[in-house]
């Protein structure tokens, strides 16, 4: 049975940073696309980032380039987005996500789903 747990969501000030883990069982991640997504109440599910199976490179959101940060650690099977510079508008929950296709952070194109951490920016 597949599972997917992400962890490390909080409150934040500002221009603080976190580091959100997503732990998987029942799937070994490195044979899979992962990405983030992350989504606020009444608004579509928005795509953050993710990273390749092959070569480890990544696809990010206009909105998070150059903050973001997304990795893998397979031997932990887990994957990592650490989040730098945070802003009001990164307040969201986050999920992780995994997909057969490469390179391409549409969420509908991902199969297996965590049940999401909760990201709060504000003073």
């Known amino acids: 049975q597949v599972q997917l747990v992400e962890s490390g969501g909080g409150l934040v000030q500002p221009g603080g940073s976190l580091t959100l883990s997503c732990e998987a069982s029942?799937?070994?991640?490195?044979?899979?696309?992962v990405g983030w997504f992350r989504q606020v109440p009444g608004q579509e599910r928005e795509g953050v980032a993710c990273i390749s199976t092959r070569d480890h490179s990544a696809t990010y959101a206009d909105s998070v380039k150059g903050r973001f940060t997304i990795s893998r650690d397979n031997p932990k099977n887990s994957v990592y987005l650490q989040m730098n510079s945070l802003k009001p508008e990164d307040t969201a929950v986050y999920y992780c996500a995994t997909s057969q296709t490469e390179g391409v952070l549409w969420a509908r194109l991902f199969e297996n789903w965590g049940q999401g951490t909760q990201v709060t920016v504000s003073s």
């Open positions: 029942g799937i070994t991640l490195q044979y899979y696309v």
